[in-house]
């Protein structure tokens, strides 16, 4: 019985706290990041800053996992630095209980948070 409420009342306590059930194998959720990243496409009057998800290239992708007695993922996260096929990067954050999100990133804050992986645009000269 103490087993069973051990597994038991933490599981209602992320039920009431917005953890509802179990994503699924967490190959899944990193497969249906890739897709979403791939499938994301924005338009710009600046050609520079128009993104094809096809075309991006990814220079660095993190993943937040939220595990539920280490067996069950609850929670997902994965974030990519990703440079588009004219030097420009994005931010890219795809969320199991969100819209995916993208963000156009400086030079200069993409040389920080890539470090080594940093790739400067093409110099237009």
């Known amino acids: 019985m103490a087993a ?9 306590w992320l039920q009431r706290k917005g953890f509802s059930k179990d994503l699924g194998p967490l190959e899944q ?13 924005r338009q ?3 050609a520079k800053l ?3 998800g ?9 993943e937040e996992i939220t595990w539920f007695n280490k067996t069950v993922v609850i929670g997902y996260r994965c974030t990519y630095f990703v440079r588009n096929r004219h030097g420009e990067h994005f931010l890219f ?5 969100a819209k995916p999100h993208l963000k156009h990133t400086s030079q200069r804050i ?14 237009d000269g």
């Open 4 to 12: 069973l409420l051990g597994t038991v009342v933490p599981f209602i």
């Open 29 to 41: 959720l990193q497969s249906q990041a890739d897709q979403s990243l791939r499938s994301t496409v």
């Open 44 to 46: 710009s009057n600046n």
């Open 50 to 52: 128009s993104f094809i």
């Open 54 to 62: 096809t075309e991006a290239v990814i220079l660095s992708r993190q």
């Open 93 to 97: 954050i795809h969320r199991h209980d």
């Open 110 to 123: 993409a040389r920080v948070k890539l470090g080594a992986k940093y790739i400067a645009p093409p110099s």
